[in-house]
């Protein structure tokens, strides 16, 4: 939910923080803040609002000095100004502190201080943390590491920290439980911290992904030190980072989220390649393939995620039950986590997260671990908690998705589902060798198909401009549709503000049917399919009450084209492949209504790219 990054070497901190910090801008922008060392005098500077507010703020002033830690902020303890910004401070000012997650018994602590005589300037669970350490270290004499780790041991919750002090100049600590942190090794002996590798990866791509209950001591004079949170030393896996500098910036377009939409040919070909061939007639998914066995043997599949990921859990339900016949259960990780489900050993619990970070999915997973369940997952984040919590699981290899609004993941966490549901569907004999093959060649014809809906930008464009100034819209679709007319609506209303809601197309005679007036555009996925008859039945039922139809149909189809207001024709393709295709139109419509209505499309208010906290 929050970034840091942070800096210890030899190079001037400020601007490699402050660069890092626009980086990771989309984890969260409700305020940021930068701590500097020098001369053993702690600089504090933090702004609410954007980074942009701290770098103007910081510009004119002294920004010199060779350690830095860094913040940006997405509030969950107090309300987004300047004294809740991070980097917070004990009370006598020798000890900065960033933190991402949540502290649930900062309340007691806070009391625990508060009787010790300690005045807080904050209304955050960081600022308690802060004061915990430095009185620990006060009352112990420990080394600010030890006396971290003593902090820590006292707290519940969710933490990913850089701290450092002024009378230790030559370290910073770091230590995660929960929320993700990243360790860059440089060339100098210097340490780059920060949530995810971006801000990282153009100094080094040598990287110590933190894993939960650890803690580094990164001395500039010693190196890097790892313990656990019983103080047994550890040594760092040092890992290669994948990741390239290009792939972080916009490429040109105005916006990451219009990027990562015309990225989806190549996103979704990375996400199948090495991994399928239509000719040969394989399918072979990393780790999941040594647990195909354990999947149709399994009581069931609980699906487990949110928001858009558990829009692809819905179009994999439909893919496993109907192609593998494979119960499947399709659950929200936030309310699965909660309502006391019954989970046995022979269930298999599948997560879906973009970030795998996401607070209320990675806890259902835990549930489910805590009582024998075997957990899977599909992740696109490399080294995020989720996907390395779970037995066994696949990346999505979509590429950082840094647009708040997710495209290219959804479409790629579909491809890898899609290919689980054939090779699983295969295994179990439950689909014949030219049906397997022609499911597999269409899918390798994917990406060429998505990018011709990207050639018809201009005519989506223009329906865009359309319905701009819509209040509400509504989006239907049938079958594995449905899920596509939810995510569609989700686009919709997270990006443009526009109210949007998804419906199974026949469920509008069930109440929704009363909204429908001349004001009202429904967007209907009405392509050639088993229920394509009753897609257009219901696309009358609209007509008849003046409501709007926008319709995306099969290329060639003359018949909806009579009913529509507006139409966007999309390729052909094996019917258990149109969702990939269907929700491009989707995406681009809700991009350029939301540029139209000129709303932040890569940041939009009250979002973050990954919800780390409940
Ligand atoms: C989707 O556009 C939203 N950004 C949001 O619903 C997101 O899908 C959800 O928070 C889940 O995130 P995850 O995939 O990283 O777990």
Redesign the pocket.
Known sequence: MCGIVAYIGKKEAYPIVLKGLKRLEYRGYDSSGIALLKNEEIKLFKKEGKVLNLENHVESKDNSGTRGIGHTRWATHGPPNDKNAHPHLSQDGAIAIVHNGIIENYDVLRQELESKGYKFNSDTDTEVLCYLIADIKKNTGNKLGKSVRLALQQVVGAYAIVVMCKDEPNKLIAARKSSPLVIGIGKENDFYVASDATPIVEYTKQVVYLNDGEIAILNEKKGLKLYNIDEVQKDPYVEELELHLEALEKGGYDHFMLKEIHEQPHSIEDCFRGRLNAKEGWVSLGGIKYYENDIINANRIVMV?????WHACLVGEYLFEDLARINVEVEYASEFRYRNPIINEGDIVLA???????AD?MAALELAKSKGATILGICNVVGSSISRITDAGSYTHAGPEIG???TK?FTAQVTVLTLMAASLARKKGKLNDSKYRNLLSSLEAIPQKVQLVLDKTEKIKKIAAKYKDASNALYLGRGSSFPVALEGA??LK?ISYIHAEGYPAAEMKHGPIALIDEEMPVFVIATKGPSYEKVVSNIQEVKARKGKIIAIVTEGDEQVKQFADDYIEIPETNEYLVPLIATVPFQILSYYIAVMRECNVDQPRN?A???TVE
């Open positions: 995620a949110c928001g858009t990921s879906i997260s973009q970030s795998g970070e996401t999915t708040v609004a997710s993941a989700l686009k997270e979002l790219k990954s919800v």
